[in-house]
T-cell receptor, first 115, second 112 residues
């Protein structure tokens, strides 16, 4: 069964304390792995897409990496404004002819960065 | 450019009622997907529409239905509402399914 597991469920950091979030996945027909940021009561905001093992992408204090079974979101010297829920999702192809695709999300990691 | 817009932002319904949620995709995006996000969980796939045709359906009962219009906007309909339908309903659009999805801010549905 296709699934995505994120850990930890919640993470509390002091400002400037670097850490990593984990996303483990099992999926057939992987078409991409996505990281989103979600603020309370808002829709997910796109951060990164990774397509192949070994790929890395960076944006400000965030860096995403991908292996064949998991992805990491590294946060370097976080600030309070980085506090949010970080969602990981894999894009899988479904249907007899691969006619449609969907995102399978993990439950997210709630990050709180304190001054 | 306007992003994905959803309406209404919030609504409260009574058990057994019907609800219609609306979504306008980013201009040029022909694919719209709907997701349900229960508090504390990740979004769950409900439907995908592309070029006005249903391309996929998640594990949701027949009380859930959707359609896409010629201008690529979409409606999600839920009949016979249950308390468990209370959630944030998200719409996402994409140029074509293979690329990144852009989500709207969602509609917060509360069933009492």
């Amino acid at each position: 069964e296709d699934q995505v597991t994120q850990s930890p469920e919640a993470l509390r950091l002091q400002e400037g304390e670097s850490s990593s979030l984990n996303c483990s996945y099992t999926v057939s027909g992987l078409r991409g792995l996505f990281w989103y940021r979600q603020d309370p009561g808002k829709g997910p905001e796109f951060l990164f897409t990774l397509y192949s093992a070994g790929e890395e992408k960076e944006k400000e204090r965030l860096k995403a990496t991908l292996t064949k079974k998991e992805s990491f979101l590294h946060i370097t010297a976080p600030k309070p404004e980085d506090s949010a829920t970080y969602l990981c999702a894999v894009q899988a192809i479904w249907g007899l002819s691969g006619g449609y695709n969907k995102l399978i999300f993990g439950a997210g990691t709630r990050l709180a960065v304190h001054p | 450019d306007a992003g994905v817009t959803q309406s209404p932002t919030h609504l409260i319904k009574t058990r057994g009622q019907h609800v219609t949620l609306r979504c306008s995709p980013i201009s040029g995006h022909k694919s719209v997907s709907w997701y349900q996000q229960v508090l504390g969980q990740g979004p769950q796939f409900i439907f995908q529409y592309y070029e006005k045709e249903e391309r996929g359906r998640g594990n949701f009962p027949d009380r859930f239905s959707a359609r896409q219009f010629p201008n690529y906007s979409s409606e999600l309909n839920v009949n016979a509402l249950l308390l468990g339908d209370s959630a944030l309903y998200l719409c996402a659009s994409t140029l074509q399914g293979a690329y990144g999805y852009t989500f709207g801010s969602g509609t917060r549905l509360t069933v009492v």
